[in-house]
């Protein structure tokens, strides 16, 4: 044992108050992934380039994979698990659902923790607008114009009251 008492960061996740040890560079995304046993976003490249940690951190959009813990000490952290809870999260699920956006799902979490924020923005965002906030977000797959038609029928469903 080295002696030095872990630093605890305390912060909210998806509503909950949580403390973790955030001694030293620890990601947040190992955090949340191993400590709090979020799995839902991903770690893809470590290098901020492909999006597929991508949680939100006071209703923006960050890296998870690089950003340390101890960096979102006394805010707010936003993960894909809190879809249930998040009517505009709902709608992307259900839209990226009925437009079979997916196709392996690696990224899925970061593209729509993005397009959330997008949508409650900009409530109907043109083709433009959408392929703008995604392009931080890199998808192996293809998927990439289902994936803008279902942010766009998202926002269609929420601007019609359909909200699931």
């Known amino acids: ?95 990226f659902i009925t437009e079979q956006a997916g196709q392996c799902g690696y990224c899925l979490s970061g593209i729509v923790m993005s397009a959330r924020v997008l949508l409650v923005r900009e409530p109907c965002p043109d083709r433009a607008a959408v392929v703008a906030a995604l392009d931080r977000h890199l998808c192996r797959c293809g998927a990439h114009n289902r994936i803008i038609r279902a942010v766009q029928r998202a926002a269609a469903n929420l601007a019609a009251g359909e909200v699931t």
């Open 1 to 95: 044992m080295s002696g030095i008492a872990p630093e605890l960061v305390r912060f909210t996740v998806n509503g909950r108050p949580v403390a973790v040890d955030g001694s030293g560079d620890v990601p947040l995304l190992a955090v949340l992934r191993g400590e709090l046993g979020l799995t839902g976003s991903r770690f893809g490249c470590g290098l901020e380039q492909c999006g597929a940690c991508t949680v939100l951190v006071d209703d923006e959009p960050v890296y998870a994979c690089s950003r340390p813990a101890w960096s979102v000490a006394d805010r707010s952290v936003t993960t894909i698990e809190h879809a249930a809870h998040d009517p505009v999260l709902a709608a992307l699920r259900a839209a």
